[in-house]
């Protein structure tokens, strides 16, 4: 009928107006003008497929591109031969449906029609969701492009899983939901499971859309993943209608923090304190006014006894309760690494009346965000930078600024003007403490190398290498290595055929850091913060200035070190000194910053993954990795867990 039409087009000028007026192109996009002279590297027939409707953009010539509004509504003159087509096919989809597919070519997951546009317009004036097309890809050529890169992983996938929508913005993404869901991206998914997918995708798009999901700056698909991932030991896949709005409503502060440009709000500083003074008059007082103890559950996925990192805590966690004795209560659970395992501990602190649930490693970070999804009366932690979430707050420490100090004491210890510096993985903010220590080395010996070395990464024997490249002075591990009680740790000075001597320690005052916390929880700090920061993540990124990391300098350091590493000290605690302003040089001469700049952002800093311009060396490969180590990547690494890093 021509009062379909009608509608219909009044809907498309409607469109094609407000376009005009925010400045977008208001006829449908042309396949052919956007690929040009550039063809990408061939056409895959894909088939006949069921495909959203939502993905159909435009047109594969430009002969129907002014016919039809950017949303696909008609434009024409209701009296046209155009719009008379059009209201006999509006009626026979009406009456019987219309049967015949569309003809498409799909470029970066969208399809552009070649044959059918009126049969498309009409099934979007009806608000169908889907369309049947016979469907020609366009391969894009090979591209350092993210979202080349991004595609061509998504050809991987829809090989094995065919379904439209997943339409990720980050590399590994497609990877990870395969692994999330028990499957490859090698061998076909069983059809009940693509059917799953496709079903529980449709579910989840309606439901995010109808809370506001298309005002935020994330793909559906990116989204998607984040559910997939908070509901992967309780069945992501085949949910009811209601049950997806109640799933995505529980998940909706998660989605909102993911999508925002900066999502994780870093807070350097416990608002407590002013300088380096804690009232301990104030503190004693909030002490014996406390109603009943705050009790906190650490629950770890590794043993002490086994890793340096996890006994640090637990020494942190045994401070805490002797420094604040009655007005605290903890317990601690080693070794949950597997979700059940970590599940059941969390489940078993919540019944025992747990206040705050502690997880140590970034490896945690998702089983946390799912208990304090689960249990959202009780406070969690992770320790870990650069992850966000709104459910789950995370904190660490600046070791980097005490990296600083270490370089400046390492350079002036080398005769020879080479030190080395042995790291672990490279992780959120581990290349940043590489970086400080090399700049605080230049800052007293300009022609100082630092020789970088990763222990995580395999078959390199980095004593060897450090032996070859006539090293003696060298920044270990932070800590002693239960794995290999040889290893060296803190600033030491290695001697041919005897134990290294060690002359500086770094050290994590996790006891310190974790009273500081439990202060802010007492006397209400710890709302306001998520007050005053809403839709954001919090990061808690305290250094020296709040005495949670320090150097602790060995006897035999000269007079004149031990005085240089004092003043640093103090111009860094008090903020007059920052390893990462002004100019600042990568490897091969690159320019991160020009002199006079402000410093890098926190965020930089945490992500970082450029050398300084005196590191001999490069992060590592993903493949050179250890198991444990590339695990540590995929949850929190600076290099893709999936791809190659470029050589730094």
Same mark, same amino acid.
């Given at each position: 009928?021509?009062?379909?039409?009608?509608?219909?087009?009044?809907?498309?000028?409607?469109?094609?107006?407000?376009?005009?007026?925010?400045?977008?192109?208001?006829?449908?996009?042309?396949?052919?003008?956007?690929?040009?002279?550039?063809?990408?590297?061939?056409?895959?027939?894909?088939?006949?497929?069921?495909?959203?409707?939502?993905?159909?953009?435009?047109?594969?010539?430009?002969?129907?591109?002014?016919?039809?509004?950017?949303?696909?509504?008609?434009?024409?003159?209701?009296?046209?031969?155009?719009?008379?087509?059009?209201?006999?096919?509006?009626?026979?989809?009406?009456?019987?449906?219309?049967?015949?597919?569309?003809?498409?070519?799909?470029?970066?997951?969208?399809?552009?029609?070649?044959?059918?546009?009126?049969?498309?317009?009409?099934?979007?004036?009806?608000?169908?969701?889907?369309?049947?097309?016979?469907?020609?890809?366009?391969?894009?050529?090979?591209?350092?492009?993210?979202?080349?890169?991004?595609?061509?992983?998504?050809?991987?996938?829809?090989?094995?899983?065919?379904?439209?929508?997943?339409?990720?913005?980050?590399?590994?993404?497609?990877?990870?939901?395969?692994?999330?869901?028990?499957?490859?991206?090698?061998?076909?998914?069983?059809?009940?499971?693509?059917?799953?997918?496709?079903?529980?995708?449709?579910?989840?798009?309606?439901?995010?859309?109808?809370? +506001?999901?298309?005002?935020?700056?994330?793909?559906?698909?990116?989204?998607?993943?984040?559910?997939?991932?908070?509901?992967?030991?309780?069945?992501?896949?085949?949910?009811?209608?209601?049950?997806?709005?109640?799933?995505? /409503?529980?998940?909706?502060?998660?989605?909102?923090?993911?999508?925002?440009?900066?999502?994780?709000?870093?807070?350097?500083?416990?608002?407590?304190?002013?300088?380096?003074?804690?009232?301990?008059?104030?503190?004693?007082?909030?002490?014996?006014?406390?109603?009943?103890?705050?009790?906190?559950?650490?629950?770890?996925?590794?043993?002490?006894?086994?890793?340096?990192?996890?006994?640090?805590?637990?020494?942190?966690?045994?401070?805490?309760?002797?420094?604040?004795?009655?007005?605290?209560?903890?317990?601690?659970?080693?070794?949950?690494?597997?979700?059940?395992?970590?599940?059941?501990?969390?489940?078993?602190?919540?019944?025992?009346? /747990?206040?705050?649930?502690?997880?140590?490693?970034?490896?945690?970070?998702?089983?946390?965000?799912?208990?304090?999804?689960?249990?959202?009366?009780?406070?969690?932690?992770?320790?870990?930078?650069?992850?966000?979430?709104?459910?789950?707050?995370?904190?660490?420490?600046?070791?980097?600024?005490?990296?600083?100090?270490?370089?400046?004491?390492?350079? +002036?210890?080398?005769?020879?003007?080479? @030190?080395?510096?042995?790291?672990?993985?490279?992780?959120?903010?581990?290349?940043?403490?590489?970086?400080?220590?090399?700049?605080?080395?230049?800052?007293?010996?300009?022609?100082?190398? @630092?020789?970088?070395?990763?222990?995580?990464?395999? +078959?390199?024997?980095?004593?060897?290498?450090?032996?070859?490249?006539?090293?003696?002075?060298?920044?270990?591990?932070?800590?002693?290595?239960?794995?290999?009680?040889?290893?060296?740790?803190?600033?030491?000075?290695?001697?041919?055929?005897?134990?290294?001597?060690?002359?500086?320690?770094?050290?994590?005052?996790?006891?310190?850091?974790?009273?500081?916390?439990?202060?802010?929880?007492?006397?209400?700090?710890?709302?306001?913060?998520?007050?005053?920061?809403?839709?954001?993540?919090?990061?808690?990124?305290?250094?020296?200035?709040?005495?949670?990391?320090?150097?602790?300098?060995?006897?035999?350091?000269?007079?004149?070190?031990?005085?240089?590493?004092?003043?640093?000290?103090?111009?860094?605690?008090?903020?007059?000194?920052?390893?990462?302003?002004?100019?600042?040089?990568?490897?091969?001469?690159?320019?991160?910053?020009?002199?006079?700049?402000?410093?890098?952002?926190?965020?930089?800093?945490?992500?970082?993954?450029?050398?300084?311009?005196?590191?001999?060396?490069?992060?590592?490969?993903?493949?050179?990795?250890?198991?444990?180590?590339?695990?540590?990547?995929?949850?929190?690494?600076?290099?893709?867990?999936?791809?190659?890093?470029?050589?730094?």
């Amino acid at each position: 009928m021509i009062e379909d039409y009608r509608k219909a087009c009044k809907r498309g000028r409607h469109e094609v107006s407000d376009a005009v007026s925010h400045g977008r192109y208001p006829y449908l996009p042309v396949l052919d003008d956007i690929l040009g002279d550039t063809r990408g590297s061939g056409e895959v027939p894909v088939g006949v497929r069921e495909i959203p409707m939502e993905l159909v953009v435009g047109t594969k010539t430009r002969a129907r591109a002014n016919t039809f509004s950017c949303g696909f509504m008609p434009i024409a003159d209701e009296d046209s031969e155009f719009a008379a087509k059009w209201s006999r096919l509006f009626d026979a989809q009406v009456s019987e449906g219309i049967r015949d597919p569309v003809v498409v070519y799909e470029y970066l997951q969208r399809f552009y029609v070649q044959e059918g546009n009126k049969r498309v317009s009409v099934l979007r004036s009806l608000d169908v969701p889907t369309i049947t097309a016979s469907i020609t890809r366009v391969m894009p050529a090979p591209s350092d492009d993210p979202a080349i890169r991004c595609y061509h992983e998504f050809v991987r996938l829809y090989q094995v899983v065919p379904v439209y929508g997943l339409h990720f913005s980050r590399e590994g993404s497609c990877e990870q939901l395969a692994k999330l869901l028990g499957q490859t991206l090698d061998e076909p998914w069983p059809e009940d499971m693509v059917r799953r997918l496709t079903s529980t995708l449709y579910q989840f798009t309606r439901s995010y859309r109808a809370r +506001g999901g298309a005002l935020l700056s994330q793909t559906v698909a990116d989204a998607f993943l984040l559910y997939v991932k908070a509901y992967a030991t309780t069945g992501p896949l085949g949910v009811s209608a209601r049950e997806m709005d109640r799933r995505v /409503a529980r998940l909706w502060g998660e989605l909102v923090v993911a999508a925002q440009d900066e999502a994780i709000a870093y807070l350097e500083q416990p608002s407590e304190q002013k300088g380096r003074i804690i009232s301990k008059v104030k503190s004693v007082s909030r002490t014996l006014r406390a109603p009943r103890p705050l009790h906190m559950a650490f629950v770890y996925d590794r043993e002490p006894s086994t890793s340096g990192w996890t006994a640090q805590h637990e020494r942190g966690r045994l401070s805490l309760q002797e420094r604040l004795g009655k007005a605290v209560a903890t317990s601690a659970a080693f070794g949950k690494a597997t979700d059940d395992d970590f599940d059941r501990a969390v489940a078993s602190a919540v019944a025992e009346g /747990a206040d705050v649930v502690v997880t140590a490693s970034p490896r945690q970070m998702e089983q946390t965000r799912r208990a304090a999804m689960t249990y959202p009366a009780c406070t969690f932690i992770n320790c870990s930078v650069n992850l966000s979430s709104s459910a789950v707050r995370t904190f660490y420490a600046r070791m980097y600024e005490v990296k600083f100090l270490m370089g400046a004491l390492a350079a +002036g210890m080398a005769e020879n003007h080479r @030190v080395g510096y042995l790291a672990i993985s490279p992780i959120f903010g581990s290349v940043a403490e590489v970086n400080a220590f090399a700049i605080g080395a230049a800052m007293v010996d300009p022609y100082c190398t @630092v020789h970088l070395k990763w222990s995580s990464a395999e +078959g390199f024997d980095w004593r060897r290498e450090l032996e070859e490249d006539d090293v003696h002075v060298l920044a270990g591990r932070d800590y002693p290595n239960p794995a290999d009680p040889s290893e060296p740790w803190g600033l030491c000075c290695l001697h041919r055929n005897a134990a290294p001597e060690r002359v500086a320690t770094p050290v994590w005052d996790w006891g310190c850091y974790y009273e500081l916390i439990v202060r802010s929880l007492q006397d209400d700090r710890w709302r306001r913060e998520g007050a005053a920061h809403r839709d954001r993540a919090l990061n808690y990124w305290w250094g020296m200035s709040a005495d949670v990391v320090r150097l602790e300098l060995g006897e035999g350091i000269a007079t004149g070190q031990r005085r240089l590493v004092q003043l640093l000290e103090r111009e860094v605690t008090e903020g007059r000194v920052h390893p990462f302003e002004g100019l600042l040089m990568a490897q091969r001469g690159e320019v991160v910053r020009n002199e006079g700049s402000q410093r890098l952002a926190n965020e930089e800093i945490a992500s970082m993954r450029w050398l300084n311009e005196n590191v001999v060396g490069r992060l590592p490969k993903s493949w050179e990795l250890s198991e444990a180590a590339a695990g540590d990547v995929a949850t929190s690494g600076v290099i893709s867990a999936e791809t190659d890093a470029e050589d730094e």
